[in-house]
């Protein structure tokens, strides 16, 4: 059971750190003396329980594929075999004794030699560059630890032991992905509802579609040569509304979109002629016109703008978005609860002056951070926006990406924000990154930070305590559809092991709006009370993760109404829909609408599968039922109030009341 009163959770971290110290202190009384390395998987050294040595004689083979990202190619490592004994989880760290600040590599498998694959790893995560990884067992099966020399050889001594991890604390198990790397995206790019992991390249872009029983197939989408990379950032938006998302890199020299063919095989590439030292990227709908348009941080001048008309064209406009240099990390969202998209630019470097630029609805900008309080001058590459206390509006952690100064500000809902850094957690032992983002990791319905090389643990009174062994913030998205939002690395991702708590998931498709549903406000309510996602493209600093809406449920069962506000006003309202799955959501469905008599109808429930309950009307009456086309597919009367709409096609219909003088019908969606 998860609780949110600070003083709860405040106990049981550090008593769980302070539990790993004082293992480790009474494990190093008995340190075994060092050894030299083993040479390969076949004879790797048996360990178990304890703490062990690594000799600085490493001669064994190395490791034969990575665990961890990046770094180059080590040449020796040092290969041991835990077997386990029970169904548990296990924690390795070399923070044990001695000289903790050695800096270490580590991987472990799973499987048998010759077909290992990874199930856990790290570099350097844990205190003065040690490495520590948790991972679970199964009775019986062996699993190989694994040291390798790529930051040397120098000896050390490492521990293996019971973890327990407290209550809405993640555990993430590193996942293989083979046949990818240089994993910047975490986006659904085939429109099954599932994420896939993106990977931009020179020519041709990655794909790795995920798969119901989560294993990947790998597709390259060819396209002509990239004039800038994806060096500095990567954003993913639908913005020829074709049904296939783009792409753009954000390199050092300029912007390149890849635009998606008719059918999401292969990318048509297209690069402005103007220098733009681009940083963060970004698709919004800056003028609320319906149509998806493009924004990009520059380092060194104003912001740009590439703005969409609706008619396949992109025009580049510069100015109005922030006129000065050191621009690098901008997000979008609805800072007033206005219905437009604000813009908020994290700054450092020639001026490191923060920008907060509320949106007028027609894409004018203006700056108002100096009097919010929200013109900070340090170091800052990206900030984390959610409604971290539930009470309807979004609030901000600005992250350093240097300084060691963090600010949290909670959103008043009248405009302005006060500071709340001083004892919410986020003002000491927090670490520093460029990339800093807000999801709910444990799905208790309370929005966590991810940065600064830890997780953040939203306690639900805007406090938050710390996991250090989290992993480095990458692309965030459901990535083996279980409902618990996971972390990808370079060829990798971080499983989040999840937990009992439930969840549901949102994705949008607009109609009037963009395609992508980009600049949406979703609000749940259940028994937690109410909850709010932006659907975005593009947070953190250089990264692309889900595009949808996200939600921990904790132990609620029920979710009572959902409200979606689309970027051209509309209001969709669902109630009562199924929890722990994911629903698609077509804009202009609601559960109910007044006929020409004013008397309310609703359907329910919706989405349906195969019977429908229509509400407010005589239990027989003469209905039709039209396509998202407007085709006629269904004329019957109801039974009883019911309908079957079991061999309708999945999609967006229509049910109209046959012989009344309004045409104003109700939408539903068959799944």
Not at 174 to 181: D, F
Not at 551 to 570: A, K, M, N, Y
Not at 639 to 648: E, F, I, M, P, Q
Request: one cysteine or more; aromatic letters at 10%; charged letters at 15%.
């Amino acid at each position: 059971m998860v609780h949110h009163s600070g003083s709860t959770w405040y106990i049981v971290l550090p008593i769980i750190h302070a539990m790993r110290i004082l293992t480790t202190l009474l494990l190093a009384v008995s340190l075994v003396p060092l050894v030299n390395g083993q040479w390969s998987c076949a004879n790797a050294q048996d360990v178990g329980i304890g703490n062990h040595a690594v000799s600085s004689l490493m001669t064994g083979d190395p490791p034969p594929l990575s665990c961890v990202s990046g770094w180059g190619e080590p040449t020796h490592a040092a290969w041991f075999r835990f077997t386990a004994s029970a169904d548990t989880a296990i924690q390795v760290s070399s923070f044990v004794q001695g000289n903790p600040s050695i800096s270490t590599r580590l991987h472990v498998y799973a499987g048998t030699c010759g077909q290992l694959v990874c199930l856990a790893g790290d570099e350097y995560s844990g205190p003065g560059f040690t490495s520590q990884a948790w991972f679970t067992v199964t009775t019986g099966n062996s699993y190989y630890i694994v040291w390798d020399d790529l930051f040397g050889a120098t000896g050390f001594h490492f521990s293996v032991s019971y973890f327990d991890p407290p209550d809405g604390v993640v555990v993430f198990v590193n996942t293989p992905v083979p046949g990818i790397s240089n994993i910047y995206g975490a986006v659904d790019m085939n429109n099954d509802g599932m994420d896939d992991l993106v990977s931009p390249g020179a020519t041709a872009a990655t794909m790795a579609y995920q798969q119901a029983d989560a294993s990947y197939v790998i597709a390259a989408l060819p396209h002509q040569q990239a004039d800038n990379m994806a060096s500095w950032s990567f954003a993913v938006g639908d913005w020829d509304s074709n049904g296939h998302r783009d792409l753009l890199y954000g390199g050092g020299s300029g912007a390149t979109f890849m635009r998606a063919n008719g059918t999401g095989t292969s990318f048509l590439e297209i690069s402005f002629p103007q220098y733009i030292f681009s940083q963060r990227t970004n698709f919004v709908d800056l003028n609320n016109d319906g149509h998806l348009d493009a924004f990009v941080c520059h380092d060194v001048d104003a912001n740009v703008a590439f703005l969409n008309d609706g008619a396949g064209n992109l025009s580049f406009n510069q100015g109005g978005y922030g006129e000065t240099c050191g621009n690098y990390g901008s997000i979008f969202t609805d800072i007033d609860n206005d219905g437009d998209q604000d813009l908020f630019v994290a700054k450092c470097g020639c001026d490191p002056a923060d920008l907060l630029m509320p949106n007028n609805g027609t894409g004018a900008f203006t700056n108002v951070a100096p009097s919010l309080g929200l013109n900070d001058g340090h170091q800052s590459w990206s900030s984390a926006w959610g409604d971290y206390d539930n009470d309807g509006d979004m609030d901000v952690l600005i992250g350093s990406s240097g300084s060691g100064v963090h600010k949290l500000m909670s959103n008043d809902g009248d405009g302005t924000f006060t500071d709340v850094t001083s004892g919410s957690g986020m003002d000491s032992n927090t670490g520093t990154s460029i990339e800093w983002t807000a999801h709910d990791f444990n799905n208790d319905g309370w929005i966590d930070i991810l940065g600064g090389s830890g997780m953040h643990y939203n306690m639900g009174d805007m406090t938050f305590t710390h996991d250090d062994s989290a992993p480095y913030n990458g692309p965030i998205g459901d990535l083996n559809n279980d409902g618990f939002l996971d972390i990808a690395g370079s060829n990798t991702y971080s499983r989040n092991m999840g937990n009992d708590f439930g969840h549901i998931r949102f994705n949008l498709q607009g109609v009037q709006s963009n395609r992508d549903g980009i600049g949406a406000r979703v609000t749940i309510t259940s028994a937690l009370g109410q909850q709010i996602r932006d659907i975005r493209s593009g947070d953190g600093f250089r990264y692309m993760s889900f595009i949808g809406a996200h939600f921990g449920l904790g132990t609620d069962d029920v979710v009572e109404q959902v409200h979606i506000r689309w970027p051209s006003g509309i209001e969709d309202v669902i109630l009562n829909p199924a929890i722990n799955t994911t629903h698609l959501i077509v804009e202009g469905i609601s559960t109910s609408v007044n006929t020409s008599d004013e008397t309310a109808i609703s359907v329910v429930p919706n989405p349906a599968t195969d019977l429908i309950t229509v509400n407010g009307v005589a239990p027989n009456s003469a209905v039709k039922v039209l396509d998202v086309a407007g085709r006629l597919v269904l004329q019957t009367n109801l039974t009883g109030g019911r309908l079957d709409v079991s061999a309708l096609s999945p999609g967006i219909h229509q049910l109209q009341l046959v012989g009344k003088a309004t045409q104003e019908g109700l939408r539903f969606a068959k799944e």
